[in-house]
């Protein structure tokens, strides 16, 4: 990969360094995702999906959570509109994930916005964000994040077809929890503390509530959106927003911008 430095009158970094940094840190997540890849695999392989339909739709779609789903729905005719549909809305949250990714990538050219956001994932996502609330500002850190967890997906989707005949129910091996495993491990490693059992605790009632009273997906939509509508009203009673503005625009980590520049409290 060549050298990538930021546009003339950028002032948010995008180097070589970044993508190493952000690869280097996402490979324990990424073997978690790979366990999770290979369990795809297997049932993919119990699917009319062809072996390199399969494939192609790991590299090509990149959506461990839809993809998923999308295999309980996959049949002969192939139901295109249901399947584009479910994907939409099992997606939306990547509405949320890029508004949140705005400030980081808004003065990036477009060959580098769209490049990492094609690697953007729910793994990289909560990596990133946590890296760029400890000070982190090269944005490369996503894309280098991005990638691997990228490689570990199709590779391990490949071995799971490859293994489909040897191993004919994940779940005897305990396989099918790694992906709510990797979740739970995001979430540890983006908690900041008591405050977030606010935006936290509302999306997962939310979610839960609307599981039992909505049909398809639209329940991790809800969820989503009213937490995150509770994660604003936090910030704007606790004043939290506008440290996190004013360290987007300075560079310095939201404790520091909290405390005028001087080094900061620790978080709770």
């Known amino acids: 990969m060549a050298a990538a430095g930021p546009r003339t009158g950028d002032s948010t970094p995008f180097t070589r360094r970044g993508v190493y940094d952000g690869f280097r840190r996402s490979l324990p997540v990424a073997a978690g995702v790979f366990t999770y890849g290979v369990v795809f695999g297997i049932l993919a392989r119990q699917t009319p999906l062809s072996a390199v339909e399969a494939l192609v739709m790991s590299a090509a779609v990149f959506a461990a959570s839809a993809q998923f789903v999308v295999l309980d729905l996959w049949s002969r005719p192939i139901p295109v509109t249901a399947i584009v549909v479910t994907t939409f809305l099992v997606n939306l949250r990547h509405v949320l994930m890029g508004a949140s990714l705005y400030r980081w990538l808004a003065r990036l050219s477009r060959r580098r916005v769209y490049g990492t956001l094609f690697l953007l994932n729910d793994e990289s996502w909560g990596l990133a964000m946590r890296a760029r609330a400890e000070g982190e500002r090269d944005a490369a850190f996503l894309l280098g994040s991005g990638l691997v967890v990228f490689l570990a997906w199709v590779s391990a989707s490949l071995l799971g077809l490859t293994a489909g005949s040897v191993v004919s129910d ?20 983006v908690w900041e503390g008591r405050p977030d059992l606010v935006p936290v605790g509302t999306a997962a009632a939310v979610a839960v509530a609307g599981g039992a009273v909505l049909p398809g997906n639209w329940h991790i939509v809800a969820g989503g959106v009213v937490g995150s509508l509770a994660g604003v009203a936090r910030d704007a009673a606790t ?30």
């Open 170 to 189: 994940p779940a005897r091996y305990g396989l099918d929890f790694a992906f709510v495993a990797v979740y739970v491990a995001l979430l540890v490693g």
């Open 239 to 268: 004043g939290r927003g506008f440290a996190h503005a004013r360290a987007d625009h300075s560079g310095a980590t939201p404790e520091s911008a909290t405390d005028g520049g001087t080094g900061g409290a620790g978080r709770d």
